[in-house]
Nanobody, 126 residues
Framework: HVQLVESGGGSVQSGGSLTLTCSSSMNIDNFGCMGWFRQALGKEREFIASQFTGAGTKYYGDSVNGRFTIHLDHGKNKISLQMDNLRSEDTAMYYC????????????????????WGQGTQVTVS
């Protein structure tokens, strides 16, 4: 049973930075993609970033492009999300996700392409 556990959330002032980390109980090389999504209260889940585990290709959502950076650490089976220049609209629950195969690579921004999810970590920007 694959487990994804997020950490690093918290409260930060606007303009500040946070780094989220997601630890996988399985070797991440077995996944097709790993990514981050977020969901704010009363809103739909939003794509943030994704990285292909093989080629390393990265994709970002328009709202975070240029401010957030995704990084896979194969040796530690972790994925991180460096978030800079945070804004109040970044406040949300952030979820780590993993895709069991490479089907995700056709549409890495679609939540339905991911089969494993963490419990989430809250980020609050004031």
């Amino acid at each position: 049973h694959v487990q994804l556990v997020e950490s690093g959330g918290g409260s930060v002032q606007s303009g500040g930075s946070l780094t989220l980390t997601c630890s996988s109980s399985m070797n991440i090389d077995n996944f097709g993609c790993m990514g981050w999504f977020r969901q704010a209260l009363g809103k739909e889940r939003e794509f943030i970033a994704s990285q292909f585990t093989g080629a390393g290709t990265k994709y970002y959502g328009d709202s975070v492009n240029g401010r957030f950076t995704i990084h896979l650490d194969h040796g530690k089976n972790k994925i991180s999300l460096q978030m800079d220049n945070l804004r109040s609209e970044d406040t949300a629950m952030y979820y780590c996700a993993a895709a069991a195969d490479t089907w995700c690579r056709g549409a890495p921004f679609m939540a339905g392409r991911y089969s494993r999810w963490g419990q989430g970590t809250q980020v609050t920007v004031s």
